[in-house]
């Protein structure tokens, strides 16, 4: 069974930045996508940033220019790069993974931007 522990959520200023980090328990073989989905109180989870194993990333349009997804494929690793951050970017921040049976998800990490 994969696993993806996340860590790096936290209360920020708005216009601060945060990094988020998510490491994959498998090791050896990287998935076909991984990336970050968020879920803010009383709306649907969304996807914020995603990366194939090649290729550009695709980012939510609400986050271009601010957000940066980092993967590693060696060592099943994401990190989303946060600039800028905005009072509408508070929710909880899922990290995701997929391969070609499966998809798997983070527990969550809060991320609250307020003054």
């Known amino acids: 069974q994969v696993q993806l522990v996340e860590s790096g959520g936290g209360l920020v200023q708005p216009g601060g930045s945060l990094t988020l980090s998510c490491a994959a328990s498998r090791s050896g073989f990287s998935f076909d996508a991984m990336g970050w989905y968020r879920q803010a109180p009383g709306k649907e989870r969304e996807l914020v940033a995603s990366?194939?194993?090649?290729?550009?990333?695709t980012y939510a349009d609400s986050v271009k220019g601010r957000f940066t997804i980092i993967r590693d494929n060696t060592k099943n690793t994401v990190h989303l790069e946060m600039i800028g951050l905005k009072p509408e970017d508070t929710a909880v921040y899922y990290c995701?993974?997929?391969?070609?049976?499966?998809?798997?998800w983070g527990q969550g990490t809060q991320v609250t931007v307020s003054s």
């Open positions: 990366k194939g194993r090649y290729g550009s990333p």
């Open positions: 995701n993974a997929a391969d070609f049976s499966s998809t798997y």
